[in-house]
């Protein structure tokens, strides 16, 4: 039997939740703020419509986090230079952190929340996984690189997001260096090699 496509008040009620969600998370001054009954009345949903849809508070981050996520993977996997296939190894691997970090700084307040949702570890989630596997990928085209998988995982440490707020909130680190810093960390990593 075919899979039945979602209706189109469906699809509706989901860009409206996952919109509400948005709005409220980058509102807050606490992801844990943010309730399940403040979204479905921000999205002008029932609650059961959020718990069908996405099945829990995590379900619903996650959901959030994906879609938002959605047009760096696209570029990663089709688009041009600096993040797309056809660029060098040494020039995309930092391209990557990068566009990894502006996405952690664009969404801060959504990243926090999905790493402080305490169901896992964040090693577990899905979107790790398909950051490290592409970042470990393009670390094995660097000639001479060894242990690709272990340094994709300690690159990857260094944007964690709770890293991430901890150096734009306490240390006061700009943007601008923060882009700076990581770019000059990956520079060190990979001549290493």
Not at 57 to 63: N, Y
């Amino acid at each position: 039997m075919p899979e039945r496509k979602p209706r189109a008040d469906a699809l509706r009620n989901r860009e409206s939740v996952l919109t509400a969600a948005d709005r409220l998370f980058a509102a807050c001054a606490s992801p844990e703020d943010v309730t399940m009954a403040d979204i479905a009345a921000e999205a002008g949903v029932g609650k059961g419509t959020l718990f069908r849809g996405f099945g829990d508070r995590t379900g619903l981050i996650r959901a959030l986090y994906e879609s938002r996520l959605e047009p760096i993977r696209q570029a990663i996997a089709e688009g041009p230079r600096p993040l797309g296939p056809g660029t060098p190894p040494a020039e995309r691997v930092p391209a990557l952190l990068d566009a990894l970090l502006c996405f952690k700084l664009d969404h801060r307040h959504l990243s926090v929340a999905l790493e402080g949702t305490g169901s896992d570890s964040p090693y577990r989630a899905a979107h790790y996984d398909w950051w490290h596997g592409t970042l470990r990928d393009v670390l094995e085209q660097v000639p001479g690189f060894t242990d690709a998988g272990f340094v994709a995982h300690a690159l990857l440490a260094a944007v964690r997001a709770d890293l991430v707020d901890h150096l734009t909130d306490r240390q006061h680190m700009t943007r601008d260096r923060l882009r700076a810093d990581l770019a000059a960390f990956t520079a060190r990593v990979l001549g290493g090699s």
